[in-house]
């Protein structure tokens, strides 16, 4: 177990700017995902943490060891890719075992047997030793592939989209057995994926990344509910946040969210949204922000249902605002909702973010009226879409 240190690290390669000055703690043992999508520097990251590239400016450190310069093999790290490529001519055992063949002075054999016996239990590969790589299905290919890093006993894992290759149902089977294999090893695990619900569900921190810039690091709970700025808002998350720009005026001795073709009411506990009186925001709404209600009026959004999807539990409920927002919202299965039918939509001001529309950045911070209570979302940089 090792922490995992960033410090002012970029590399670009020629006028690119593959990765901008990223600080990024990892604690020992600590299972941290490194989430954006293509191009935004997580593999980057990832190659320059194990040396396979050289950063041009900054830091790393492994544990209390300062890696720049450091080769690959001396890192004790171990990478699984995307492309895990098995020997094809070797077993299971073999290819498990081929890391500590490798190994100068020579492993004994019966030290080698038991090491690749414990990993393959450990990865539910006990059955298939004997197996050569063509008689496995990918899943079992993929779990090979981490047993041939797990026998090097490494202090830091980093996996880049191992999953990627599998089919939906097997994806999610593989996330389920990585997290319980790294609650029993405990190593500390960097995994690169583009996939924020493979994020969302393994992690104990999620870097997002976006361009190169890290955009946010906290919890899967904190990037959902506290996304730092837009561009977090709208990449975690099952569909599309929907953003509204508006005013936040006081009408009627209520503060109002004014959209120009509707108006809302902004009540909410914890929240006091008179401080943000006077200011442009930019609302952004997930199925959760709204809720169907039988009042109309000023009080909530006439809106017509364009389309509907049965999502087992939830029927989903799209429908058009005046204005043109396409908002969405969740309706109990067996709802009696059609194509065309007129809904009220009232806010639930709890699950609405809030942004600068100038900088797409957060102001959950000028809201929240009990700041230390749960905003510990740091912004790291303003994504300016
Ligand atoms: N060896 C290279 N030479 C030139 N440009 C590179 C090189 N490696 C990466 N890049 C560029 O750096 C940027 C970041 O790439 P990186 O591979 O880190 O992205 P990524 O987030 O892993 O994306 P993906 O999800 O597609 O794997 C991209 O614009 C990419 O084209
Ligand atoms: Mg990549």
Redesign the pocket.
């Known amino acids: 177990m090792t922490s995992v240190r960033f410090r002012s690290v970029s590399k670009r ?2 006028a ?1 700017v ?2 901008d000055s990223l600080d990024l703690d990892i604690e020992a043992g600590e299972f941290v995902s490194l989430l ?10 990832l ?1 320059l943490l194990a040396g396979l ?1 050289e950063a041009d400016e900054g830091e790393i450190w492994v544990g209390d060891r300062l890696v720049n310069g450091v080769s690959p093999d001396k890192r004790d790290i171990a990478m699984v890719f995307q492309s895990y490529a098995l020997y094809p001519h070797m077993t299971v055992f073999e290819n498990i075992a081929f890391p500590l063949r490798a190994r100068r002075p020579r492993v004994p054999e019966a030290e080698i047997e038991k090491l690749v016996v414990r990993v393959a239990d450990l990865l539910g590969l006990g059955e298939l030793l004997a197996r050569y790589p063509k008689e496995l299905s990918g899943g079992q290919q993929q779990r090979v592939a981490l047993g041939r890093a797990m026998i090097r006993d490494p202090k830091v894992f980093l996996l ?2 191992p999953l990627s290759n599998l089919d939906a149902r097997l994806r999610m089977r593989m996330r389920h057995d990585l997290k319980s294999l790294h609650q029993r090893i405990q190593s500390t695990i960097v995994y ?1 994926t ?1 996939d924020q619900a493979e994020a969302m569900s393994m992690s104990s921190r999620i870097a997002v ?1 976006n361009k ?1 810039k890290l955009q946010q690091y906290a919890s899967p709970h904190e990037i959902y509910h506290q996304p730092a700025n837009t561009f977090v808002a709208n990449f975690v998350g099952d569909r599309e946040i929907t953003f509204v720009d508006g005013r936040v005026e006081m009408l009627a001795g209520e503060v109002q969210f004014a959209a120009g073709e509707f108006n809302l009411p902004l009540l909410a506990e914890t929240m006091d949204f008179s401080r943000i009186a006077g200011r442009h925001v930019r609302m952004g709404l997930r199925m959760e922000s709204l809720r169907i209600t039988e009042q109309s009026g000023s009080r909530a959004i006439a809106a017509t249902v364009t389309q509907t999807e049965p999502s087992g539990p939830d029927l989903v409920v799209f429908a058009s605002a005046p204005g043109g927002a396409e908002l969405c919202c969740r309706a109990e299965a067996g709802a009696r909702i059609a194509i065309g039918d007129r809904v009220n939509l009232e806010l639930v001001p709890e699950h609405v973010h809030f942004f600068d529309p100038a900088t797409g950045n957060s102001i959950a911070a000028d809201i929240h009226s009990h700041p230390d209570r749960s905003l510990g979302g740091r912004t790291m940089a303003s994504n300016n879409q």
């Open positions: 390669f020629g690119l593959a990765l954006g999508p293509s191009g935004s520097g997580k593999s980057t990251t190659n590239q880049d989209e690169v583009h990344f190169g």
